[in-house]
T-cell receptor, first 118, second 114 residues
Framework: AQKVTQAQTEISVVEKEDVTLDCVYE???????LFWYKQPPSGELVFLIR??????QNEISGRYSWNFQKSTSSFNFTITASQVVDSAVYFC???????????????FGKGTKLSVKP | DSGVTQTPKHLITATGQRVTLRCSPR?????VYWYQQSLDQGLQFLIQ???????AKGNILERFSAQQFPDLHSELNLSSLELGDSALYFC?????????????FGPGTRLLVL
């Protein structure tokens, strides 16, 4: 069973539209971290945000915002007033506590490809 | 720029060959992770090293091996290569491998097996 599900494979929007990328996760741990990474066409993976399981406050960074809801095991990412430069594949990832609290590997979703057209 | 470097950027080789991918973590980071990104499998964790010792293993094939050297750089060795090994291989690093730390990724090595 997938631990991180990004149900939207591809999304296409027109510039200045708002867009939300969905992420649903599954874990039995009480302590875990969630991440979003961006992979632009050039291929590198760029870190966007980290959120721990005890902090359900929404976070806003410029045009980016994140909504974490433990009740629905979701960690959704919204881009407001999208721009062409936002075109990329976006990955949601989960890190569970292992080995007495040390970090294990990241478990990635399949990614959502966002295309922003001018 | 994440501070993680990987060489080479691109690698083209033939089936049955062996290649070595190299990774230098961010300055001060002790933990190195290797991931494989392929079209069918997505991003998958291969192996983790912490301060020179293997810490965790994921879906890493027996034909693949890795090590982390005293200067903390890491190498991923892929042998008896098959067409299906063609993928983008990422290295990531974090400070002390604690759950709350962020893994920073290198630019990747794109491997094409012909």
């Amino acid at each position: 069973a997938q631990k991180v599900t990004q149900a939207q494979t591809e999304i296409s929007v027109v510039e200045k539209e708002d867009v939300t990328l969905d992420c649903v996760y599954e874990t039995r741990d009480t302590t875990y971290y969630l991440f979003w990474y961006k992979q632009p066409p050039s291929g590198e993976l760029v870190f966007l945000i980290r959120r721990n399981s005890f902090d359900e406050q929404n976070e806003i960074s410029g045009r980016y915002s994140w909504n974490f809801q433990k009740s629905t095991s979701s960690f959704n990412f919204t881009i407001t007033a999208s721009q062409v430069v936002d075109s990329a594949v976006y990955f949601c990832a989960l890190s569970e506590a292992k080995y007495g609290g040390s970090q294990g590997n990241l478990i990635f979703g399949k990614g959502t490809k966002l295309s922003v057209k001018p | 720029d994440s501070g993680v470097t990987q060489t080479p950027k691109h690698l083209i080789t033939a089936t049955g060959q062996r290649v070595t991918l190299r990774c230098s973590p961010r300055s001060g980071d002790l933990s190195v992770y290797w991931y494989q990104q392929s079209l069918d499998q997505g991003l998958q964790f291969l192996i983790q090293y912490y301060n020179g010792e293997e810490r965790a293993k994921g879906n890493i094939l027996e034909r693949f091996s890795a090590q982390q050297f005293p200067d903390l750089h890491s190498e991923l060795n892929l042998s008896s290569l098959e067409l299906g090994d063609s993928a983008l291989y990422f290295c990531a690093s974090s400070s002390r491998a604690l759950i709350q730390e962020t893994q920073y990724f290198g630019p990747g090595t794109r491997l094409l097996v012909l």
